[in-house]
């Protein structure tokens, strides 16, 4: 039965957890609703081997309860603002946008981690149910051309203003609701004036709850969520309708498909077209074949299994769930009544439709007035009824096969006979034993109680209980030896029974635990247990002091207050003797706290100084550590020999070389600017051969020019050298680019702007200008103007050199003839990249 929100256990447990691990991702952490629905429905939708989701906006917008315009002003400006989302818009070949392409990145950084984390660990199955999950609470509904229609989630139509909350609410409680649709309620205190409810969703939500209470009131006035509950304050539950209908029409198509391939026997028996074949079976029938039919019994699990009544009815055809029939067909398990009662029943049949998977056993009790049924796997010698005595010696022997207990009385159906001590209740259940011996590495350790442990009836609460004692005996021999650890606990449980003095030991397991075990010291001595030593038995003479001290402030106390109040009464005296003695032990009680607390204080402080040290050494080994680094790093890159040259010692690049470089690289500038206004940059070729050319003519201005500017008293040092040719090719390129500049400035282009320029700025003047600024203030927008343009055609004409270069350098590929005519007839004319025209433009 297809009902998305009807999750299993392990579904839902995975499902929760991807969700819920999305959500506390920090990037999503204290974002809006919206935005984090958005990511929960990216999450849904995410294919199984990308985080990459293709949505309109459209889409978006009906998931989300949102108008086209919020999500192109709210939703997608959030999502980028996240980190947590790439979002771009997905184009066509063609250059026509048709949606957003959302990749969500937690998604994609789990699976590429691979840590085990919850989304990482998501399958396509998971994926494809998360999905129909979310379908199901917040899809807008669509009806494709030639597909399944999707219908729309019982929260489509809440849109507008606090939709997106509400939506995500909704999901994240039915993902938390069980199988009766409840959702288990936040622990702790509520705030007053709020219900349980509220703080829930606010947890669930990580909101306040002033807000979350808003959320609440909304769900469940739309009848998204029920309160059950309310009249008891703080005990409310929060219900959610939808998962507790979806499961429930889940266990209605599986009650009905067992009834659909049930035997025969059993749907005319749950239809009411015949008879039971248990109430209506000989006896003597059902003992010959009972060995017969047990052994093709078709029980599961470890015992057998068995539908609920409820499942059962339902597949009744006689009567509708609840209802009871009209004819007495069985006969009763209780009192008759009285005689003048009618032929018509005025009760209910106490004879329970028969369940239609288990198999019906001759040697059952289904022809008597007891239970029903057979509920044992395979053969033995208790299938029939359960009475007493059946694990004696002669279970094998023939008993009477009667409907009456001991008492005489018949049982009613449901009454389970007095378990006896000592007796096994099967094989699943907890395991009784007659009587619990004492384990015999503890025989001495636990004499004094051995009368009580022989009522402890649980074999598993024999086994904890003897770990526990073992656990304090390990405790001891690490106090007292091995040797005397045995004796110890012994005499410490008979001193813990002599003090129980009348009132006897009525839980053994209990007693033990909290108060036979546990070593109680009367001072400061490890050694002390209720005022004796343990190695030795003799009292505490540490205990025997504290006692003196306080009967020695005691009779110091009794005789000054005889002293004060000589003529008060004697009861007056004890009462003063018993005050004073409390204000003098909460006095000692507090100094000895402010001396603990003093204490306390100091070994916090000296610890948090030597923490500061340790971090102070710590970081100062690393910042040493890291300057040592650094100037290893340092004198490895100066140790490096030149690249070009090899010249040692010049990491890597002398100043002979660099100064060659630089000036090669300003020479290649200046060759650019005057092959850019010379040649068209769509011949190829000639821009070849004028680059070779212009480059020669550049290099032989500049030796010449360094030729001419050297001395007598010039340097004959290589590097000076190469510095001052350096400086020749600097100049030389801004001559070059000023010229330039100029010839620019001074095209059609540059003039039509400087026109127009000039003439915005008269009429753009303050009013009150002479004539003579307002043409000064004309003329400098004109020439800026002029400038301006020349710029944007010197850059223009250098990037369609620099592409030209790169097609030169790159020669095209040539493609047969067939195929380029194919790609023409197709309409295919796209140009590669690299063979992309360039305006031709020329300056004479």
């Avoid at 015992?303 to 069985?330: I, K, M, N, R």
């Avoid at 109040?565 to 009861?571: C, D, E």
Wanted: hydrophobic share 40%; charged share 25%; proline share 5%.
């Amino acid at each position: 039965m297809n009902e998305p929100l009807a999750l299993s256990p392990a579904m839902h447990t995975v499902l929760a957890s991807a969700v819920h691990s999305l959500l506390k991702d920090p990037r999503l952490t204290g974002r809006s609703d919206l935005v984090r629905l958005a990511a929960v429905v990216l999450l849904a939708k995410a294919p199984s081997g990308s985080a990459v989701v293709d949505m309109s906006s459209r889409d978006v917008g009906g998931w989300l309860g949102c108008s086209l315009s919020h999500v192109g002003h709210t939703a997608v400006p959030g999502l980028k603002a996240t980190d947590a989302v790439l979002c771009r818009p997905n184009r066509t070949d063609e250059g026509r946008t048709e949606g957003l392409r959302l990749e969500l990145l937690p998604l994609r950084e789990a699976r590429a981690a691979a840590d085990g984390s919850p989304l990482a660990m998501l399958t396509k199955r998971e994926l494809a149910t998360l999905l129909r999950f979310c379908e199901a609470v917040t899809c807008p509904g669509w009806s494709p051309s030639g597909k399944a229609e999707t219908p729309a989630g019982f929260m489509a139509h809440r849109r507008g203003r606090g939709a997106p909350t509400d939506r995500l609410a909704m999901v994240l409680l039915s993902l938390e609701a069980r199988t009766d649709g409840r959702v288990r309620m936040a622990p702790g205190r509520v705030p007053q004036g709020f219900r349980r409810a509220d703080a829930t969703v606010a947890r669930l939500l990580n909101c306040a709850v002033e807000a979350a209470a808003m959320v609440v009131d909304r769900l469940v006035a739309a009848g998204h969520v029920e309160l059950e509950d309310t009249k008891r304050p703080g005990g409310e539950r929060l219900r959610v309708p939808a998962v507790a209908a979806a499961h429930a029409r889940v266990r209605q198509s599986v009650a009905l498909e067992a009834a659909a391939s049930a035997s025969p026997v059993a749907e005319a028996e749950a239809a009411g077209q015949g008879p039971c074949s248990r109430c209506t079976d000989a006896e003597n029938e059902a003992e010959t074949d009972s060995e017969s039919e047990a052994a093709g019994m078709a029980l599961s699990g470890d015992g057998w299994a068995q539908e609920s009544l409820e499942d059962v009815l339902l597949t009744a055809d006689a009567c509708a769930f609840g209802d009871q029939p009209t004819e007495h067909t069985a006969n009763p398990q209780v009192s008759r009544g009285s005689k003048n009662q009618p032929d018509k029943a005025v009760c209910a049949d106490l004879h329970t439709a028969h369940t239609p998977v288990a198999a019906l056993s001759g040697f059952s009790a289904g022809d008597r007035e007891v239970f029903s049924g057979s509920a044992v796997e395979g053969r033995g010698r208790r299938r029939g009824r359960a009475c007493a005595g059946e694990d004696s010696a002669g279970a094998d022997a023939p008993r009477p096969r009667t409907g009456r207990t001991e008492t005489g009385a018949d049982p009613l159906r449901g009454d389970k006979p007095e378990k006896l001590p000592g007796r096994s209740t099967g094989t699943g259940g907890a395991r009784f034993l007659r009587a619990a011996a004492v384990p015999q590495d503890l025989a001495e350790a636990l004499a004094p109680v051995a009368h009580l442990w022989t009522g402890i009836t649980r074999l598993s609460t024999v086994k904890w209980l003897a770990k526990a004692v073992r656990a304090e005996l390990v405790r001891l021999s690490g106090i007292v030896g091995p040797e005397l650890a045995l004796r110890a606990l012994a005499a410490r449980l008979t001193r813990r029974l002599d003090g129980q003095g009348p009132h006897a030991v009525r839980q053994l397991v209990g007693w033990l635990l909290h108060r036979g075990l546990p070593q109680r010291s009367g001072c400061w001595s490890f050694l002390c247990d209720d005022g004796y030593r343990l190695d030795t038995g003799d009292p505490c003479e540490s205990c025997a002091c504290l006692i003196d001290d306080r009967r020695s402030v005691r009779r110091s106390i009794a005789a000054t207050v005889d002293v004060q109040l000589a003529t008060a009464s004697p009861r007056l005296r004890l009462a003063e003797v018993e005050r004073r003695l409390r204000e003098a032990h909460r006095a000692k009680a507090a100094a000895d706290q402010a001396l603990r607390h003093e204490r306390e204080t100091q070994n916090r402080a000296q610890a948090q100084a030597q923490d500061q040290k340790q971090d102070q050494d710590l970081r100062r080994a690393a910042a040493q550590r890291r300057r040592q680094e650094l100037a290893a790093t340092e004198a490895a890159h100066a140790a490096m020999a030149c690249r070009e040259c090899g010249l040692p010692d010049t990491a890597g690049e002398c100043p002979v070389c660099a100064f060659r470089k630089r000036t090669d690289e300003l020479i290649g500038q200046a060759v650019d600017l005057v092959v850019a206004l010379r040649v068209d940059s769509l011949d190829l070729r000639a821009v070849a051969e004028m680059t070779s050319r212009v480059e020669q003519d550049t290099r032989t201005v500049i030796e010449r020019a360094h030729a001419r500017a050297q001395t007598a008293d010039s340097s004959a040092d290589p590097g000076v050298r190469a510095h001052e040719v350096q400086q020749l090719a600097a100049k030389l390129l801004a001559q070059r680019r000023h010229w330039a500049l100029q010839r620019l400035a001074e095209s059609e282009p540059a003039d039509e702007a400087a026109e127009r320029a000039y003439q915005v700025a008269l009429r753009r003047t303050h009013w009150n200008a002479t004539p003579e600024k307002r043409r000064e203030a004309a003329e400098k927008a004109a020439v800026s103007a002029r400038q301006c343009v020349a710029q944007d055609l010197l850059t223009e004409f250098l990037t369609d050199l620099s592409r030209a270069r790169a097609n030169l350098a790159v020669p095209p590929e040539r493609v047969p003839w067939k195929e380029r005519l194919a790609k023409l007839a197709s309409g295919d004319q796209a140009q590669p990249h690299a063979l992309r025209p360039v305006r031709r433009r020329t300056v004479a």
